[in-house]
């Protein structure tokens, strides 16, 4: 007999999302793939430099809980169900970046943002809405983030100290990884998205990059 999957009812769907809110911002993620800076040395030993570089990896990890919260808004509001899975799968590899992020900052003496919560909870909201202006909509949303995003690590990889060869290549997988996220959300029909829309998203970007990096 073939059995049926239950369908959640929405305050069932509402206390699925406050848990994985939890997880991503209180609870210590663990990453399914190998830490990519194993096996690098740690070669950053001037103070100011540490400072520094656990300030940008604070900025990626906020980030990281940002894109977290995107993608689970997201799936929340999408239409399609293989549309719905491919989020949530993507949500699930962004969970490593955020585990990296996380190790690298305790690593260089840091500490993660305080507004974590605040990151989670305005970026669910503006990934719900993008979800519930329709999945081509939502996707374009997806690929105009990561190509952002992109640009926005390919800046770090530049501000990073030279000898942190750990961090860069923690930063060059995640850029690696968010290329291939955009590349798959245009493949799946993702559309351009309006010029202003671009513009705000990265002004709202250059807040919390700002804000994550001495907060």
């Known amino acids: 007999m073939q059995s049926k999957t239950r369908r ?12 994985r809110a939890l997880r991503t911002v209180a609870a210590a993620n663990v ?20 400072e520094k570089a656990a ?37 699930r590899e962004e969970t490593d970046h955020l585990a990296w992020c996380e190790r690298r900052v305790r690593e260089l003496g840091g500490r993660t943002s305080l507004l974590a919560p605040l990151w989670y909870a305005g970026s669910f909201a503006i990934g719900a809405l993008a979800g519930a202006a329709g999945d081509r909509n939502s996707l374009g949303f997806v690929a105009e983030t ?17 000898d942190d060869e750990r961090s860069r290549r923690i930063v060059a997988q995640m850029q690696a990884d968010e290329q291939r996220h955009g590349s798959e959300a245009r493949r799946a029909g993702g559309g351009d998205l309006p010029g202003p829309i671009r513009k705000l998203m990265r002004r709202s970007a250059r807040v919390m990059t700002r804000t994550a990096r001495r907060i």
Not at 36 to 41: I, K, L, R, T, V
Not at 146 to 162: F, N, W, Y
């Open 31 to 50: 990453s399914a793939r190998a830490y990519p800076a194993e096996g690098a040395a740690e070669s950053v030993a001037d103070a100011a430099a540490r």
């Open 146 to 162: 990561e190509k952002q995003v992109v640009e926005h690590l390919e800046s770090h990889l530049h501000e990073l100290p030279e």
């Open 55 to 91: 300030a940008l990896m604070r900025v990626n990890h906020a980030g990281e809980i940002a894109a977290q919260a995107l993608y689970h808004g997201q799936a929340l509001t999408a239409r399609n169900p293989a549309v719905r899975r491919s989020l949530l799968a993507a949500a």
């Open 8 to 19: 959640l009812s929405l305050p069932d769907r509402l206390l699925q999302e406050l848990d």
